[in-house]
């Protein structure tokens, strides 16, 4: 069974407040949205792989550690997983990005596949999927089936709020699969949105509500 990480960092909760708030505006939203993704991600990557390093000072010889093991590749889930991307980046600066462009059909809430793009050494790569929304799961499970169906290596999936019924359905799907959110949240309503939630990810990003 994959871990579920709640994030609870005081900054974390206040950020996620602010974000939820219907009244905070789109520039707003952006930017917590890319700050908290930062902040997730200093969580994900707690338990990263170190090697010895050592280096000179200019005083002295100093024993140090540097990042081991396999490279990260980050997955943002189209479109709202893009607004997590930069705040990611900011600690990985070396990780390549791929993109995963799905939509929930709103009759079905079923994920439509419309987009692939993935980094020629993605299989190398351990991968973070990234997607602000963790509601039925369904982008979620897709994203991570495309990922695998392509020998890629999917370890971690990163979210703002998750619900109980999308943290339960990953974890059947892709059990190998790590889960960080800042929020486990009530419930879904009859149009699978999360409850309370934050309404609509990317159309609060993108002002196309
Ligand atoms: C939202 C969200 C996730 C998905 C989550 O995307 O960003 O990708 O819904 O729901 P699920 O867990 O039930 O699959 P949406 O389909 O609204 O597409 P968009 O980001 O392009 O607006
Ligand atoms: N997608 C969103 O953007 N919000 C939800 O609450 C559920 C799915």
């Known amino acids: 069974m994959g871990r579920l990480v709640v994030c609870d960092h005081p900054l974390i909760q206040h950020k996620l407040t602010i974000i939820r708030d219907k009244t905070t505006n789109h520039k707003q939203f952006?930017?917590?949205?890319?700050?908290?993704?930062?902040?997730?991600?200093?969580?994900?990557?707690?338990?990263?792989?170190?090697?010895?390093?050592?280096?000179?000072?200019?005083?002295?010889?100093?024993?140090?550690?540097?990042?081991?093991?396999?490279?990260?590749?980050?997955?943002?889930?189209?479109?709202?997983?893009?607004?997590m991307v930069e705040g990611l980046l900011r600690l990985l600066p070396a990780a390549k990005v791929g993109h995963i462009g799905l939509y929930r059909d709103p009759?079905?809430?079923?994920?439509?596949?419309?987009?692939?793009?993935?980094?020629?050494?993605?299989?190398?790569?351990?991968?973070?999927?990234?997607?602000?929304?963790?509601?039925?799961?369904?982008?979620?499970i897709a994203a991570i089936s495309m990922l695998k169906e392509r020998n890629c290596r999917p370890t971690k999936m990163l979210c703002l709020i998750a619900s109980p019924e999308g943290?339960?359905?990953?974890?059947?799907?892709?059990?190998?699969?790590?889960?960080?959110?800042?929020?486990?949240?009530?419930?879904?309503?009859?149009?699978?949105?999360?409850?309370?939630?934050l309404g609509d990810a990317g159309d609060r990003l993108y002002g196309t509500e």
Request: charged share 30%; glycine share 10%; net charge negative.
């Open 107 to 140: 009759e079905t809430l079923k994920p439509v596949q419309y987009y692939i793009s993935l980094p020629s050494d993605a299989e190398e790569r351990d991968l973070i999927v990234i997607d602000p929304m963790l509601a039925t799961g369904g982008s979620a």
């Open 167 to 197: 943290i339960r359905a990953l974890n059947e799907a892709h059990p190998e699969v790590d889960i960080y959110t800042a929020a486990v949240d009530e419930r879904l309503d009859e149009h699978g949105y999360i409850v309370p939630g």
């Open 30 to 83: 952006r930017e917590l949205v890319e700050e908290t993704a930062t902040l997730i991600g200093i969580e994900a990557t707690r338990d990263l792989p170190l090697e010895p390093k050592t280096v000179e000072t200019p005083v002295g010889r100093a024993e140090g550690r540097a990042i081991a093991g396999r490279k990260i590749g980050l997955v943002p889930i189209l479109r709202a997983g893009l607004g």
